[in-house]
């Protein structure tokens, strides 16, 4: 497996580039000595009995907390991914057999504390975890493990690029994520956010997605939505390929509509409370009997 991943395709909620250009030297990502240590170890294990197919709902970092808490002490943590659900998927995937993937097979994107290792069909996450004083920060397995449809292995996608005139994707299609107002209320943040990583497939649908945010409501809302993201997909020399996907989704909040009040006292503490970084949650209760804005 190469120390570096040489293709990460950073997709921006704004818009995408699709003006074609020349592929020279594609931007490296670094891929840590202690990253490049665990996805090896992970490839190396045998993969779980099933897999959750890549078209399953998307993971988050807060449910995917919750089951490996819940899981039985000294259970593998293959064991312990393989339990994560996958809703409205008709069945899940039968794995293939045979040892490990070989370090060959193997492409891996490192990102601040996330790492999206995949290879030989399958596709995981690994999470940083704080080590102990004095110990560095662990890399440790995070949500189900994925199958992943051979059009869209990423490390054949690698080998075909070099040289190749490329094409970005391009958004075509998304909605907005929603909170309700209760939501809204609870929230320690005006502008929320969320990471969303994840495989952005020769369809143009993401695929075997992981969400992450500060809030579970945060990333519930937008976990809700990725189903309905659509591309035209990355293409080399015209032919569709697949990428590492990461992009940044703010969640709108509603706000109390300071311009209403006609009181300039109560106007300026209004919109300090808005600007307050301990978020509607430590609102005055009182803001929220005004009319919404923006």
Not at 15 to 31: E, M
Not at 123 to 152: M, N, S, V
Not at 209 to 214: L, N, S
Request: aromatic share 6%; charged share 20%.
């Amino acid at each position: 497996m190469s120390g570096r991943a040489s293709f990460i395709l950073l997709v921006a909620l704004a818009a995408g580039c699709a003006t074609p250009r020349k592929w020279t030297a594609p931007p490296k990502a670094s891929l840590s000595f202690e990253g490049a240590e665990a996805v090896a170890r992970e490839m190396a294990r045998k993969p779980p009995a099933k897999l959750v197919p890549e078209t399953g709902d998307p993971t988050t970092s807060s449910e995917a907390a919750a089951e490996a808490a819940t899981a039985p002490p000294g259970a593998t943590p293959e064991a312990a991914a393989s339990t994560a659900p996958a809703p409205e998927a008709p069945e899940t995937a039968e794995a293939s057999e045979g040892p490990g993937c070989p370090p060959g097979r193997v492409y891996a994107d490192e990102f601040k504390n996330l790492i999206q290792a995949s290879g030989c069909g399958r596709l995981f996450y690994l999470q940083k975890a704080p080590g102990k004083p004095g110990e560095p920060a662990a890399w440790k397995r995070i949500g189900p493990e994925y199958q992943i449809a051979p059009q869209d292995d990423l490390h054949d996608a690698e080998v075909r690029l070099q040289g190749a005139r490329l094409r970005t994707a391009v958004q075509t299609a998304g909605e907005q994520p929603l909170i309700t107002l209760d939501q809204a209320k609870k929230l320690r943040s005006w502008s929320p956010k969320a990471v969303v990583t994840c495989l952005l497939g020769v369809d143009g649908a993401l695929h075997a997605c992981f969400v992450q945010a500060d809030e579970p409501v945060v990333e519930k809302a937008v976990a809700a939505i990725m189903p309905t993201y659509r591309f035209k997909p990355a293409t080399a020399n015209g032919v569709p390929i697949p990428a590492t996907f990461q992009m940044t989704v703010t969640v709108p909040v509603p706000k109390p509509n300071c311009d209403g009040l006609s009181d300039p006292i109560l106007q300026n503490r209004c919109e300090r409370e808005v600007r307050s970084p301990e978020g509607p949650a430590g609102a005055d209760p009182e803001l929220w009997g005004l009319p919404l804005g923006h």
